[in-house]
Structures are given as structure tokens and as C-alpha cells.
T-cell receptor, first 112, second 119 residues
Framework: QKEVEQNSGPLSVPEGAIASLNCTYS??????FFWYRQYSGKSPELIMS????GDKEDGRFTAQLNKASQYVSLLIRDSQPSDSATYLC????????????FGTGTKLQVIP | GAVVSQHPSRVICKSGTSVKIECRSL??????MFWYRQFPKQSLMLMAT?????????EQGVEKDKFLINHASLTLSTLTVTSAHPEDSSFYIC???????????????FGPGTRLLVL
């Protein structure tokens, strides 16, 4: 069983729509959750981190965490063609030295 | 956010030669750096964890004698691909975290990556 699972996509949404990206994880003691964006040929860049249940908003991005369901999501409002990329979900256990585990990523395509 | 640099960004070498890739944390001190490899259309694969002043910890299946890692200071880690072969051609990415008191131990910051092509 994969530790962090994401639908590989591609997820296609029209420009201006809301893109919803989902991620599930297997380790119940995970405490820190991250979303990274990776453009083709580039390295990942951090979009958001979330540590508590509920929603966290940053501009057009909203991360949602439900630890009971072991589920974390990323919503992108008013999607733009420049949002087209692969989005990586990452999960870390409790304690500073825990390893970060990455999902395989969901490819998002925003259609103009 | 913290800045991590890598050098070179791209390297082409002949089969059998060794290639050194540098990873630097520019505006913070990284007690721990991570080396990843990513093949086209695949996810990140953690190769090893590099701790300042100690030996690196390699993931299962990664040859430590082939991928030499040195983390001599709090701002620099190097990965040397020894006797490179075409199958080593990949995108190598480092990342860094700061585990010291007061540092951001939670977030992993990535360098821009090094694209290696072995002919």
C-alpha cells in the first residue's frame, strides 16, 4: 500500500473554474502536510503547508485537512493556464526528524 | 521562504566519468539535506539523507559507493555520481531543512535541480 496516494490525472478544468486536488495518506500519526507545485522540467516549489484540521487559505489556494479521514486536499480557485503543473502532496510524521513522503503527483491542465 | 541553489544546472558527461553536484542553502543553515532523483514523468525518489558532519543515510537500493554524498558544512552538500553510465541520466534535486532550535524543521525547500545526461 502506497503511503501517500494521489490520482495521477490529468485533471482538466476550464480557465476560471475551481480545481480540486485530493490526497490520502496511510500513516495515522502524520502531523504535517504540504502541497508542492512542479512545472515540467523544474523542481518542486512549496505552495502551502497545513498542520491542523480544517481549511487554510492563501490567495487562490485553499488546503483542507481531515486527519480522521486521513485526507488532505488543495482547491485552486479561478484556475489560470499558468496553474497547469503537477501538484505533489507531501506528508511528514510527528517530530522534527521525520522523513517527508511524497505522493506521485496529480497533473493539472487548465484549458483556456 | 528559504533559498536553495544547485550547481551545475545541467551537465553532459561521457560514460565512465564522475560528476559532482553542489547543493547550497543560501539564506539559512541546513542541518539536513536530501537528495532526490526524478526520471521523466515519474515522481521524486529519495536517494539519501545528508546530515552535516556525519555519514549520509541511503535509501534501500541506492548504491552508496556510486553516489557519494558529503555534507561538510551547514550550507553545502555535494553529490558525486561516480563512473556515470547512461542509465544514471536523470534530474537530480536537493532539498534542505533546518533542524536547529528556532529553525523551520517542518518545511523542505528544494533546489532548482541538476539535469544530468551521460553519453
Amino acid at each position: 500500500q502506497k503511503e501517500v496516494e494521489q490520482n495521477s490525472g490529468p485533471l482538466s478544468v476550464p480557465e476560471g473554474a475551481i480545481a480540486s486536488l485530493n490526497c490520502t495518506y496511510s500513516d495515522r500519526v502524520s502531523q504535517s502536510f504540504f502541497w508542492y507545485r512542479q512545472y515540467s522540467g523544474k523542481s518542486p516549489e512549496l505552495i502551502m503547508s497545513i498542520y491542523s484540521n480544517g481549511d487554510k487559505e492563501d490567495g487562490r489556494f485553499t488546503a483542507q485537512l481531515n486527519k480522521a479521514s486521513q485526507y488532505v486536499s488543495l482547491l485552486i480557485r479561478d484556475s489560470q493556464p499558468s496553474d497547469s503543473a503537477t501538484y505533489l502532496c507531501a506528508v511528514k510524521g510527528s517530530g522534527g526528524y521525520q522523513k517527508v513522503t511524497f505522493g506521485t503527483g496529480t497533473k493539472l491542465q487548465v484549458i483556456p | 521562504g528559504a533559498v536553495v541553489s544547485q550547481h551545475p544546472s545541467r551537465v553532459i558527461c561521457k560514460s565512465g566519468t564522475s560528476v559532482k553536484i553542489e547543493c547550497r542553502s543560501l539564506d539559512f543553515q541546513a542541518t539536513t539535506m536530501f537528495w532526490y532523483r526524478q526520471f521523466p514523468k515519474q515522481s521524486l525518489m529519495l536517494m539519501a539523507t545528508s546530515n552535516e558532519g556525519s555519514k549520509a543515510t541511503y535509501e534501500q537500493g541506492v548504491e552508496k559507493d556510486k553516489f557519494l554524498i558529503n555534507h561538510a558544512s551547514l550550507t553545502l552538500s555535494t553529490l558525486t555520481v561516480t563512473s556515470a553510465h547512461p542509465e544514471d541520466s536523470s534530474f537530480y534535486i536537493c532539498s534542505a531543512r533546518d533542524f536547529r532550535a528556532g529553525g523551520d524543521a517542518e518545511t523542505q525547500y528544494f533546489g532548482p535541480g541538476t539535469r544530468l545526461l551521460v553519453l
